[in-house]
């Protein structure tokens, strides 16, 4: 079981933990899709699958779409795997059925790089990006694959530039069964929000990686099958404004060249509203959507969580400008501030209506390590490791009221009549602002029309004829029918369907009140039809 990096061969078992039930998981759209078994694949361990020897041979399972078998570790010289906070209980799960094969497990990813602690029980934690701590790893598996007699962490402390990343392993995923598909331009932030890991995990000078990268990767995934939509990963696009205006005209070729086979969305600061040249290269690049972190309309608010550059412009100005390019808003909103009140949960809703946003992950505030929040809450004694709880923060409020709230503002916030009213606003305020795209013969390929009709078909049987929220769906769904806008109602009623139901999991205590939740649900506690 020794050897050398050049002369060993290594199976390596790369495995992703099932999520359990959150906003961002989108399982209950899957029933009205063709084919999708999980939202998106992961970036980083098909980043280290890539990385890894070519002779070695590499097995890649997603256990958000099938379950890895006995076969599959008995396969295997060791076990790769990475995941959140919200995974750890699955991870905990892998490093036991890989142990019952007497497999070594090596774990790495955003929650034991935050939280090596956490994870007793893995042979390898590896601490950071890809990096030295990733050829360490490669070169002692290339000597020696049994189970260390202690635990060994590697830290990554020179990251490889993402100009060395090597293309992701798509093709060892399953693209075409994920909802969207992935790609990183960049990672890090310039910020420094209270609440926000990034800076401390990745930095805050952006790194980038090149157009011609970005085109390659984009190349891979079609040819991998992906379909409808991608979505930019990092956590803030425009943390390197330069770098993105240099990229945008490549995005905008690209899509040209394949007949615009894909739409894409990102994450970005608010404040992106400032550069209305960024905008209108993104729109003709055909981006729909852009997540922002708003958090909360309150300027004392934002001010005291270190968020001041939400408010350069009005924050609903700065929606509006954003709309006015074609694309949509999908915010990010927080309960359990300190400077919440009783009446908070009641101007979060008069905030949604205003701006009209169909799509917000109401979360409740999570102290992470790596942030000033967490060092803030630790020094006042207010952090709370109980995890039958929805937060480990000790809020200033009663904690069983801010839940309440939460819950509150999501049943209230996807209201099937509420929401379908602010997606009747998005379609008919923002659509008329999109590129209009060309139909090619990528777009109208008679796969593509077999799959939409297909999709049309579930929408209108298991919504329109079975729900339980009908008279809005068809309020919406039927004139649009008539003129034969099919393309509108599959992407609202696919999203709005599982807007609706994960609401009433969260009523009902068992939706996760965040994708960074103490309280740790089996995977199996999620709800399907």
């Not at 991870?91 to 990813?109: E, T, Y």
């Not at 209201?415 to 998005?426: A, C, I, K, N």
Request: net charge negative.
């Amino acid at each position: 079981m020794t050897g050398s990096l050049h002369d060993s061969s290594r199976n390596i078992l790369c495995v992703f933990p099932r999520y359990t039930s959150s906003f961002a998981t989108f399982e209950y759209s899957y029933e009205l899709t063709v084919g999708t078994k999980a939202c998106m694949p992961p970036q980083g361990l098909l980043v280290i699958a890539a990385t890894l020897p070519h002779h070695w041979q590499v097995r890649f399972i997603d256990e958000n779409m099938e379950p890895a078998e006995d076969s599959d570790f008995a396969w295997a010289d060791a076990v790769f795997v990475s995941g959140m906070h919200i995974q750890r209980r699955q991870i905990d799960d892998i490093c036991r059925r890989a142990h019952k094969h007497d497999k070594p497990v090596a774990l790495g990813g955003p929650s034991v790089s935050a939280c090596p602690d956490y994870y007793p029980n893995a042979d390898y934690l590896h601490i950071g990006e890809l990096g030295d701590a990733t050829e360490a790893l490669i070169e002692i598996l290339a000597r020696d694959v049994r189970r260390p007699d202690r635990q060994i962490v590697l830290k990554t402390e020179a990251r490889r530039d993402l100009t060395d990343f090597p293309l992701p392993a798509y093709e060892l995923a399953k693209i075409d069964s994920y909802l969207i598909g992935t790609i990183q331009f960049s990672s890090g932030c310039p910020y420094r929000c209270e609440f926000c890991d990034i800076p401390g995990l990745y930095g805050r000078v952006a790194r980038i990686k090149t157009a011609a990268q970005i085109t390659a990767e984009l190349d891979k995934l079609l040819a991998c099958g992906v379909v409808g939509q991608i979505y930019f990963v990092d956590d803030n696009f425009i943390a390197n404004r330069a770098a993105v205006a240099e990229l945008l005209p490549h995005l905008i070729a690209w899509q040209k060249r394949t007949g615009y086979a894909v739409s894409f969305a990102c994450e970005a600061t608010l404040n992106i509203a400032r550069n209305p040249e960024i905008l209108a290269q993104m729109r003709e690049a055909a981006f729909d959507a852009i997540f922002c972190g708003i958090e909360t309309p309150e300027p004392d608010a934002l001010k005291g969580m270190d968020k001041k550059h939400n408010l350069t412009i009005p924050i609903l100005d700065s929606v509006q400008m954003i709309n006015a390019h074609g694309m949509q808003v999908v915010s990010g909103i927080i309960l359990g501030l300190d400077t919440d009140t009783l009446e908070t949960g009641s101007r979060i809703i008069e905030f949604i209506e205003q701006s009209k946003i169909p799509m917000l992950t109401i979360n409740l505030l999570q102290a992470l390590p790596c942030t000033p929040l967490w060092d803030r809450l630790a020094k006042d004694n207010r952090l709370d490791h109980d995890e039958s709880r929805e937060s480990n923060v000790q809020f200033l409020l009663p904690y069983d009221d801010v839940v309440a709230m939460w819950r509150n503002c999501m049943d209230e916030a996807y209201d099937p009549v509420r929401l379908f009213g602010r997606y009747e606003q998005m379609i008919q305020a923002i659509w008329p602002n999109r590129l209009s795209r060309p139909l090619s013969r990528t777009r109208c390929s008679p796969a593509n029309v077999r799959r939409g009709l297909t999709m049309l078909a579930k929408v209108l049987w298991k919504i329109g004829v079975r729900g339980d929220y009908r008279r809005p769906f068809w309020r919406f769904t039927l004139p649009r029918l008539l003129r034969g806008e099919v393309e509108a109602i599959l992407t609202v009623a696919i999203s709005a369907h599982h807007l609706i139901m994960f609401a009433r999991d969260c009523r009902l205590g068992r939706g996760n009140a965040s994708n960074y939740s103490p309280k740790l649900r089996l995977a199996e506690e999620v709800v399907t039809q």
